[in-house]
């Protein structure tokens, strides 16, 4: 694993593997560049697969709560990539990673080849975000990693036929073992931004959707999702019907990115990103 300093000093990790066509991986609110490993899996070495562990999460330094932004952990994206002398890059967002792929797409377009979005859109289900607002931040009241991944089938709605090697893969992505019990992987303060929206209205975000326009663009959605909802995903389809879709079967939020319809998805969109001309900004 390699690290680079944000604009703020904070330390941030990443893993970078293979060449040819860069394809930026951003991971959702808890979770950190090691949710894309199942996908790894899949991908050809022509393509050059960059893992980054936002701030506060993974290998990453925690950093002062008010940093943990969508704005600031995009500018830290646009930072790996400058790092790394790459002008544009595909990327591939799980929930809270796609909104930081419409956000460039709003605001430095320029930087994209394509975006696929790992069950997030403009339009976030209450309920769901509710459920996670429930654990976020929370360590486990069990004292081994193993109880954790016994417990996973339960604490993950929507996720069936799911084998029990998978659940304990799972389990040591997100949490660790420490002399006590068991211990989260990122920075518990990341809940603090997520209670904040969640006392408010959920404000579509159409807008950013709307940004993607001209670009490779694929979406996966869960089929057992409580984030984004199936009407949520078929506007997005009528305003793009260019846009590569498939749902992963019996996969709530978010889907692994192994399954075989989330595999087929993203290969489609990568062919379709190395046939397109750049797009302006």
């Known amino acids: 694993m390699a690290t680079f300093r944000a604009e703020d000093g904070t330390r941030l990790a990443y893993r970078d593997d293979g060449s040819g066509l860069p394809l930026l991986a951003l991971a959702g609110l808890t979770r950190d560049g090691r949710d894309f490993d199942y996908l790894a899996r899949h991908l050809g070495r022509d393509v050059r697969l960059i893992r980054l562990d936002s701030r506060g999460r993974g290998g990453s330094d925690w950093a002062a709560a008010e940093t943990y932004t969508v704005a600031q952990e995009t500018r830290d994206a646009l930072a790996l990539l400058d790092h790394l002398g790459i002008g544009r890059a595909a990327v591939v967002g799980s929930s809270r990673g796609g909104l930081l792929g419409m956000v460039i ?20 289900e209450r309920g769901g975000l509710t459920r996670i607002g429930l654990y976020v931040g929370v360590a486990p009241t069990v004292a081994t990693l193993q109880e954790v991944a016994d417990r996973m ?9 799911v084998p029990d090697t998978r659940w304990q893969e799972e389990t040591v992505r997100h949490y660790v073992q420490l002399s006590g019990g068991v211990g989260l992987t990122y920075d518990p303060a990341l809940r603090i931004g997520l209670d ?13 959707f709307e940004a993607c326009a001209g670009l490779p663009l694929a979406l ?4 057992n999702s409580d984030v984004i909802s199936r009407e949520t995903a078929a506007e997005m389809h009528r305003l793009r019907p260019d846009m590569v879709f498939a749902e992963a079967a019996d996969r709530g939020h978010v889907p692994f990115l192994d399954e075989p319809a ?20």
């Open 105 to 124: 797409a709003a605001t430095q377009k320029t930087r994209l080849l394509g975006l696929c979005l790992n069950d997030v859109g403009p339009v976030l």
């Open 153 to 161: 089938p339960a604490a993950m709605p929507g996720f069936q036929r």
């Open 196 to 208: 904040a929206a969640l006392a408010g209205p959920l404000p579509p975000a159409w807008p950013l």
């Open 220 to 223: 996966i959605r869960g089929a």
């Open 262 to 281: 989330s595999v087929a998805c993203i290969h489609h969109w990568l062919r379709l990103v190395r046939d397109a001309p750049p797009v302006a900004g």
